[in-house]
């Protein structure tokens, strides 16, 4: 019987890319995401047999039925937003929340009622998606780094909690993907892609395929022995110490 992994906003990006690379896999896949009329589509593209849910992720009573659509033994935590990209005192207390409540409280919610069932049956792998900005310093990144940050603590001490209970919990943090969203955000001058490339000693961004694969992988029974990890996915980013373009060294 394939496995059920719920994925959550799925329907673009990073996420798209997890769904295709679990369904790949053998997993029966269910997309879980805001927009409910593009989820179906993408649910539909990965053929017979997967779903296509509408969720918001920091709604407790929408995570408690995405959670109920199936017995799933794979979760994984990916649904999130951007942040305003502007400096500290020009950033608005709102929009700080959201940020957090879509990451942090988004995580929990879903973990939390997916996990009952996980841990009834004694098996599950939970996924989470971190940043290089939980584990580096993003100026301008305040909310987005706290919550990623936030979500690598989470993610250990919920592994920590059930290693003993045939529940496995870790995490992934990219760098910079190769997205629509990172485009835009280039287009927009609020990041600019020729210097995030030099500072990369892989010299380009990361592909949404990759951070798949390093999902997939955690999900697997190929990382029984996995747990209470952090997986960057990042090019090398977080290893590089010098000064000067990581990816044109002197």
């Known amino acids: 019987m394939p496995s059920e992994a719920l994925v959550t906003g799925g329907a673009e990006g990073i996420g798209w890319a997890i769904a295709q690379a679990l369904a790949a896999q053998g997993c029966r896949v269910t997309i879980a995401d805001l927009d409910g009329d593009k989820v179906a589509l993408r649910a539909a593209e990965l053929g017979a047999g997967h779903r296509g849910i509408r969720c918001d992720v920091t709604d407790e009573v929408q995570a408690r039925a995405a959670a109920a659509v199936a017995p799933f033994g794979i979760l994984v935590n990916n649904a999130g937003i951007g942040d305003s990209h502007l400096p500290t005192l020009d950033q608005d207390l709102t929009a700080f929340r959201r940020v957090l ?3 942090l409280s988004g995580t929990f919610l879903m973990t939390r009622q997916v996990a009952r069932g996980m841990l009834a049956r004694g098996r599950g792998a939970v996924v989470n998606l971190s940043s290089i900005a939980g584990l580096t310093g993003l100026p301008r990144r305040n909310a987005y780094g706290a919550a990623k940050a936030g979500i690598v603590a989470m993610t250990r001490a919920m592994a920590c909690e059930w290693a003993g209970q045939g529940l496995r919990v870790n995490a992934v943090a990219p760098a910079f993907v190769e997205t629509a969203l990172v485009r835009t955000l280039a287009e927009a001058g609020r990041i600019d892609l020729p210097a995030i490339r030099r500072r990369t000693p892989l010299g380009r961004l ?5 951070v798949a694969a390093a999902v ?11 747990t209470g990890a952090v997986l960057p996915v990042d090019g090398g980013w977080t290893a590089f110490g010098d000064f000067g373009e990581a990816s044109r060294p002197d």
């Open 216 to 226: 997939a992988f955690l999900a697997s029974d190929a990382a029984s022995g996995i």
């Open 101 to 103: 409540d879509v990451h």
């Open 206 to 210: 990361i592909e949404a395929r990759e």
